[in-house]
Each structure stands twice: as structure tokens, then as C-alpha cells.
């Protein structure tokens, strides 16, 4: 027996209406929470970074991690500085953190062992963020750069890892001018 005309329009209505409610939530769900990835070349150049007097000259290694809040390329990189800090504080390296000037955010409590520094010599001319600087047992700068190339770091990709192994081993590294192709954010403006 065939269906009555108008319950074939109320069937088509009711679809064409969860039809258009799964679109609008699945647009405002790509808009919100899925940043498309845009590949951007940074040069970093560590010429002008200094530590703070009261940190400068010899002591631990010393990991300066540079922090924009609003920054979306930071979450590729926060469980992976987690992994460092857990691996890395017990063999000596101190934790440090520069939030971008004039920014307002909180980083997540798996980074509270990240010593805030209000400022650091230098800092106002990064090209870009997230990025880290890396300063040897004699208080030299060996790294200036990213994590890693490409939208997200971890320990395959990261170049963090084997600078920290050198340092630790005593063996010296010069890695302060680097051009990398990934998630950056300008740091200035």
C-alpha cells in the first residue's frame, strides 16, 4: 500500500533537518577545535639571547622554553617538553619559561616544573614561537631554535634530545642560527 504524500514530505523534511544539523555541527566543531597547518619557514638566530645575570655564567644546563599562549602550534610541543622535563631534570637540566610580553594564559600543570622568567635579554628579537634556547654547563648558548621541523614534535622528531645528550656527555655544540620549515607563530606584534 503506498505511503500518504504527506508522509513522505515529513520523512524528507525530518532528514533534510538532521542532514543540516550535522553540518552545522560538524562545521563548528572544524572551526573551534582543527587549525589547518600552514607551512612557515622561521630563522632563528640566538645572537642577542642572554641569560639573566642571576643565571648567567657556569651551572647547570639551562632550557629556555619560549611560550605564546594564544599560540595554537604550542599543544604539537607541550606533552613532549613534559617528556623532557621528566627525563631531563633528574640528570641536572633546569627548566626555564618566557611568555610572549603583553600575553595572558596558563601553561598546563604537566609544565609547572617550568621556572617563569619575567624577561630575558634578547627575547624581543625571536622571530618566532614555540621555539627554545639551550645554554651549556659554562653558561654559553649551544641551541637556539624549534623542537623539531614540521606541525607537531616529539621524541623521533625533536632536535632537543640529542643536544641535551652532547651537553650532558661534555661534549660542546654551536647550533645558535637554524632555519626550520613548521607550526610557528610570530613572536613579536
Same mark, same amino acid.
Given at each position: ?6 508522509? =513522505? ?10 542532514? /543540516? ?6 562545521? =563548528? ?5 582543527? $587549525?589547518? #597547518?600552514?607551512?612557515?619557514? /622561521?630563522? #632563528?638566530? *640566538? ?11 657556569? @651551572?647547570?644546563? $639551562? ?12 599543544? @604539537? =610541543? ?7 622535563? /621528566? ?14 610580553? @603583553?600575553?595572558? *594564559? ?30 651549556? $654547563? =659554562?653558561?654559553?648558548?649551544?641551541? #637556539?631554535?624549534?623542537?623539531?621541523? *614540521? ?14 645528550? /652532547?651537553?650532558?656527555?661534555? $661534549? ?9 620549515? *613548521? ?7
Amino acid at each position: 500500500m503506498p505511503r500518504p504524500a504527506g508522509k =513522505n514530505l515529513l520523512t524528507t523534511l525530518a532528514l533534510l533537518l538532521c542532514a /543540516a544539523g550535522l553540518w552545522l555541527a560538524y562545521d =563548528n566543531f572544524q572551526s573551534r577545535y582543527l $587549525r589547518p #597547518f600552514d607551512n612557515q619557514t /622561521a630563522l #632563528f638566530s *640566538g645572537n642577542a639571547l642572554r641569560l639573566p645575570d642571576s643565571l648567567a655564567g657556569p @651551572g647547570a644546563i $639551562r632550557l629556555v622554553h619560549f611560550w605564546d599562549p594564544a599560540c595554537p602550534c604550542n599543544v @604539537g =610541543n607541550q606533552q613532549h617538553l613534559a617528556e623532557l622535563i /621528566a627525563q631531563y631534570a633528574a640528570q641536572g637540566v633546569e627548566f626555564y619559561v618566557v611568555q610572549k610580553p @603583553g600575553s595572558h *594564559g596558563q601553561l598546563p600543570a604537566s609544565l609547572s616544573a617550568l621556572k617563569p622568567l619575567a624577561a630575558l635579554p634578547g627575547a624581543e628579537h625571536l622571530p618566532a614561537s614555540p621555539a627554545v634556547a639551550i645554554w651549556d $654547563r =659554562n653558561g654559553t648558548l649551544a641551541y #637556539f631554535g624549534p623542537y623539531s621541523e *614540521g606541525a607537531t614534535c616529539n621524541a623521533s622528531n625533536s632536535f632537543i634530545e640529542p643536544i641535551l645528550q /652532547a651537553l650532558h656527555q661534555g $661534549r660542546p655544540v654551536n647550533v645558535t642560527q637554524t632555519m626550520a620549515v *613548521g607550526c610557528y607563530c610570530p613572536w613579536n606584534g
